[in-house]
C-alpha cells in the first residue's frame, strides 16, 4: 500500500514539474541552512564532554571588589596558594590540580621554534582531565622537575620518526628539559588546547618562580585551578565556606577584597565571559540565535512549501473530487498528499547533503571550527536528520493535504473551491510570518554592518596603523636603548616604544590608588589600572596629553617616581581637571612619587568594554612588549630592516611579528562573521519566501484570470491590472514590516548593549529594510502580474 502511495505521489511530482521543482529546491535550501546551523549549534554545546569527569569537574575563579562593593576585575584565574589550601581545608574535595600557561623558545637540534599554549600542570592533571597518552606514564610523566610531555603534533614537528622519550630539549637558551611523554591533543570543543604540559614542580625553582611565591603570593593570580568534587556533591557549600576560607589566609582588613566562585567545566565554553579565560570562549547567546535562525530559516521554507502546495491545489480540486465521487475515502486521499509531501522532502533531504557538504568548509571558515563531514554520519546526528526530514514532510504537507480533502465533492465540482481558496486566511499569515522574519534578518544585518562601520570609524585616541609588534626577551643583558637607535637607522623606522601590555588587549594589573588625605597618604575608594612603559611608548602610539608631560630621560626620578594618568582616573580621584592633578603626591601599590602628566583617554582595551582608569609608570622590569611605529611608504623594507636588527640581537631567537591593526580587527571577529552569517541567511529567507510569493502569485492569477479578462474587456490597462493583482500581496508585506521591526529593534537594541561605546539604531535602517523588502516582493509578483494583464481576454472568457 506504500509502495502505491509513492508511486503515484512521484507520478505526481513528474506531473506537475515546474511546482514540484520550486518546492524542492526551496525545501532543499532551508534543510541545508537547518542542518549546517545544527552542526554549529551542536559543536558548541559538546565542548569539554570528552572528559570522563566532565560533570564533577569545576574551575575556581576570583572577582575583585572596590570598597564600594563593586567589581574592578574579573579573573578566569587565581593566586597559587589557593590550591593546596582548598585541599587542606575541603578534605571532601578528590582532586585539586593547578596550571599556568607559558611559552618561549623550545630548542632540538637545528629545530627552534616560538612556542604558545605550553602549560605547567600539576601531576595529578590526568586525574582529573582525560587525556590519550600515546606515549610514557601518566602517573609519574610530570612527577620530577624539568620534565615535559608533547602533544602528537609537536612531537613529529620536532622528532619526526625519532622515539621522543628521555631526549633533552632547551628552553630560552637556560634550561634543558627531559621528554617524559606524548599525547593526543585534546579535540577542538576543548576549553584550553596545550601543545606541551610542563611539571608544575619546575616552577618551584628559584629561577623561574620559586616554592615561596607559590606560597604565599597572592597578588600574581594567573593560576588555573580546577576542582574535582565528589558524585552528587553540592558544589554551592564549597562556595558558602569561601569567604570564611579567605578570611582565615589573607588579611580582611585589606583595602581590596575578592570573592571565590565555581563554575563548572562544561558551562565555561558557552557561559564564562570573564576578564580573563584560558582562550577565547563562545557565547550562549550565540546559540540562542543560530538556533532560532536554523528553525526559521526550516519553517519559511515549510510555509513556502504549504503555500506554492496550495496554489498548485486549484488544478487538483476537480482531481480530488472525481477520486472522491468514485469512492476513494479521505484518509487514502490525506496519505497520498502526506506521500507526495514525504517523496518531495526526502529529494530535497539529498540535496541539501550535498549543499552541506560543499558548504561546510566555508562554515569553518566563517566560524573558525573544524566541522567535518564525519559529524553527518554520526548514528545521533542522523537519528536527528530523520526526525527532522519526516516532520517537515508532514507538517509542509499537512495544510494542503487536509484542506483539499475537507471539500464536498458537489462543492469542487461546482467551482466553489475557488472562492474558498482565494480568501485562505491561514495562506495570507504564512505569508506574513514569511516576509516578517526575512525582515528581521534584514535589519539584524543593516545595524550590525553599521556597528562594525562605527567601529572602525571611532578616535581610538591613539594610532593603531603601521604598528608592528614584537616580544623580544628581556633581561638585564638586553639594552633597548640600543636596539631602538639601531632600528631608527632606517627612515622607514619613526618610534619605539616598550610596555608590559599592548593596545587590543586587557588590561588585567590593577591596584588601590593612594592620594593625599590631609598630610598623609590615604588609599582612595578605586582600583586603577596600571600599564608599565617606558619614555617612548606615548610618542610610539601617538596618545595626546590632556596636562603636564610624559616620561623623560631628564628627569632620573620618572623612572622610580613619576605617574602618568588618563583622564578617567583624574576624574574618579576627585580632580576637576586634568591640570589639578597634575604635580600631586600619588601612590600605587607600594611605590610612592608624583603625577607627572595626564593622557586623554584613549581606548586600549575593545570598545566593548569602557575606557577604565589608567596609571603609567616605569617601575618595574616587565616591559615584555616591542612597539615599533613605521611609515607607510615602503613596509617592506622597514620590516626587513627589523627582522635585520633582530637577527644580529637575538641571533637564537626566530623572528615573529605581528601588526596592531590585525590584532584589532581580531577583537571584533565575531561581531564580523555574525554580520556575514546575517547577511547569507537574510538573503537565503528572502529568497525562499519570494519562491513562495512567485506560487502565490501564479494561483491568484489563475483564480481571477476570468475577472481580469472582464476588466480587459471593459477597459483597465495592464498598469491598473499589475496594481490589482500586486496589492493584496504588498499589503501582506507592509504588514509583515510594520510586524518586525520592533521585534528587530529589540534584538539589536539588547545586542548593541554588549558594546560600551555602540551607534545608533536609525530609522533610515527600517525605511531601507522595508523598502528593499517591499522591490523585492514587487518584483517576485509583478512578473507574473504583467504576464495574467497581458493575456488575451478571449482565451480566459471563451469558456463563459
Known amino acids: 500500500m506504500i509502495k502505491n502511495y509513492f508511486k ?63 567589581e574592578s576585575l574579573r579573573l578566569g584565574h587565581a593566586a597559587p596558594p589557593f590550591g593546596p589550601l582548598i585541599k587542606q581545608d575541603f578534605p571532601e ?61 609537536m612531537a613529529e614537528k620536532y622528532f619526526g620518526n625519532e622515539n621522543p622519550i628521555g631526549k633533552t630539549i632547551r628552553m630560552d637558551n637556560q634550561f634543558d628539559y627531559t621528554v617524559t611523554g606524548v599525547y593526543e591533543p585534546l579535540p577542538a570543543q576543548a576549553s584550553f588546547h596545550p601543545q606541551f604540559l610542563v611539571s608544575f614542580s619546575t616552577l618551584s625553582d628559584n629561577r623561574i618562580y620559586g616554592a615561596e611565591n607559590l606560597r604565599t603570593n597572592w597578588g600574581n593570580n594567573s ?36 570573592v571565590l566562585n565555581l563554575t563548572k567545566l562544561t558551562d565555561i565554553h558557552l557561559y564564562s565571559h570573564l576578564d580573563s579565560e584560558m582562550e577565547a570562549n563562545g557565547d550562549i547567546q550565540y546559540v540562542y540565535l543560530f538556533s532560532a535562525i536554523a528553525i526559521f530559516i526550516l519553517v ?8 506554492l502546495a496550495t496554489a498548485r491545489s486549484a488544478k487538483r480540486a476537480k482531481e480530488v473530487g472525481m477520486r472522491k465521487v468514485v469512492g476513494a475515502m479521505r484518509s487514502q486521499l490525506i496519505n497520498q498528499f502526506l ?48 526526525a527532522i526530514t519526516l516532520f517537515t514532510g508532514l507538517v509542509a504537507g499537512s495544510y494542503p493535504a487536509f484542506f483539499l480533502t475537507s471539500f464536498q465533492p458537489t462543492s469542487v465540482l461546482k467551482g466553489k473551491i475557488a472562492s474558498a481558496l482565494k480568501n485562505g486566511k491561514l495562506r495570507q499569515t504564512l505569508v506574513v510570518a514569511q516576509f516578517a522574519i526575512a525582515v528581521v534578518l534584514i535589519i539584524s544585518t543593516a545595524v550590525v554592518y553599521s556597528q562594525m562601520k562605527y567601529i572602525q570609524n571611532y578616535k581610538l585616541g591613539y594610532s593603531k596603523d603601521q604598528v608592528v609588534l614584537l616580544t623580544p626577551p628581556s633581561d ?30 586587557r588590561l588585567l594589573d590593577s591596584w588601590v590608588a593612594y592620594v593625599m588625605k590631609g598630610d598623609s597618604m590615604a588609599p582612595s575608594d578605586i582600583n586603577i589600572k596600571s600599564l608599565t612603559v617606558d619614555e617612548d611608548f606615548i610618542p610610539t602610539y601617538k596618545i595626546e596629553m590632556a596636562a603636564g608631560r610624559n616620561f623623560s630621560k631628564q628627569y632620573g626620578t620618572d623612572k622610580t617616581e613619576g605617574f602618568i594618568l588618563n583622564q578617567t582616573a583624574t576624574r574618579l580621584l576627585g580632580f576637576k581637571n586634568p591640570k589639578d592633578a597634575v604635580g600631586n603626591q600619588f601612590g600605587y601599590g607600594n611605590v610612592r612619587g608624583q603625577i607627572i602628566g595626564v593622557t586623554k583617554d584613549y581606548h586600549f582595551e575593545s570598545l566593548h568594554q569602557k575606557v577604565a582608569p589608567l596609571v603609567m609608570f616605569m617601575q618595574g622590569n616587565n616591559m615584555r612588549w616591542l612597539s615599533i611605529q613605521i611609515s607607510g611608504g615602503d613596509i617592506k623594507s622597514s620590516l626587513a630592516h627589523i627582522k635585520k636588527v633582530w637577527e644580529s640581537r637575538f641571533p637564537d631567537k626566530p623572528f615573529t611579528y605581528e601588526f596592531l591593526d590585525e590584532r584589532f580587527g581580531n577583537l571584533y571577529a565575531r561581531e564580523q562573521t555574525q554580520q556575514l552569517l546575517f547577511g547569507i541567511f537574510a538573503g537565503i529567507a528572502i529568497f525562499i519566501s519570494c519562491l513562495g510569493l512567485l506560487g502565490l502569485s501564479i494561483f491568484m492569477a489563475e483564480l481571477r484570470i476570468k475577472e481580469i479578462g472582464v476588466r480587459k474587456v471593459l477597459g483597465a490597462s495592464v498598469s491598473n491590472l499589475v496594481i490589482l493583482l500586486s496589492g ?12 518586525a521591526s520592533p521585534i528587530a529593534w529589540y534584538g539589536m537594541y539588547k545586542w548593541l548593549e554588549n ?46
Open 93 to 153: 574535595t578528590e582532586q585539586v590540580v593547578r596550571m599556568i600557561e607559558t611559552g618561549g623558545m623550545v630548542r632540538y637540534g637545528e629545530h627552534v621554534f616560538n612556542e604558545e599554549h605550553m602549560y605547567a600542570a600539576e601531576a595529578n592533571i590526568f586525574k582529573v582531565f582525560t587525556f590519550n597518552i600515546v606515549q610514557g606514564n601518566a602517573s609519574n610523566a610530570l612527577v620530577n622537575p624539568f620534565s615535559i610531555m608533547f602533544s602528537k603534533p
Open 8 to 70: 503515484i505521489a512521484f507520478r505526481n511530482l513528474v506531473k506537475h514539474k515546474s511546482f514540484s521543482f520550486i518546492n524542492i529546491i526551496g525545501v532543499a535550501i532551508g534543510l541545508a541552512c537547518f542542518l549546517l546551523l545544527t552542526l554549529y549549534v551542536k559543536d558548541e554545546l559538546s565542548y569539554d564532554r570528552h572528559h570522563v569527569n566532565a560533570d564533577r569537574i569545576y574551575r575556581l575563579s576570583r572577582t575583585f571588589l572596590s570598597k564600594d562593593g563593586t
Open 339 to 386: 506521500s507526495e509531501s514525504i517523496l518531495l522532502v526526502t529529494i530535497s533531504l539529498s540535496i541539501a547533503v550535498i549543499i552541506v557538504v560543499f558548504c561546510i568548509p566555508f562554515l569553518n571558515e566563517f566560524t573558525q571550527k573544524q566541522l567535518t563531514i564525519s559529524s553527518l554520519v554520526n548514528p545521533s546526528f542522523i537519528a536527528i536528520v530523520i
Open 728 to 739: 493584496d500581496f504588498l499589503k501582506l508585506v507592509f504588514i509583515a514590516i510594520v510586524i
Open 476 to 505: 638585564s643583558t638586553t639594552n633597548f636603548e640600543a636596539i631602538s637607535q639601531e632600528l631608527k637607522q632606517n627612515s622607514g623606522i619613526l618610534e619605539t616604544g616598550r610596555s608590559s601590555r599592548i593596545p587590543s588587549g
Open 223 to 258: 593560576f588555573s585551578t580546577f576542582l574535582l568534587l565528589p558524585k552528587n556533591y553540592d558544589p554551592a557549600k564549597l562556595t558558602k565556606a569561601f569567604p570564611a576560607f579567605q578570611n582565615k589566609h589573607i588579611d580582611p582588613k585589606a583595602s581590596t577584597y575578592s
Open 755 to 800: 558594546f560600551a561605546y555602540h551607534t545608533q539604531i536609525s530609522a533610515w535602517i527600517f525605511i531601507g529594510a522595508g523598502v528593499l523588502s517591499a522591490g523585492i516582493a514587487l518584483l517576485t509578483i509583478s512578473f507574473q502580474s504583467i504576464k495574467a494583464a497581458l493575456t488575451n481576454p478571449v482565451k480566459s472568457l471563451k469558456s463563459e
Open 300 to 307: 519559511i521554507a515549510c510555509i513556502n512549501y504549504m503555500n
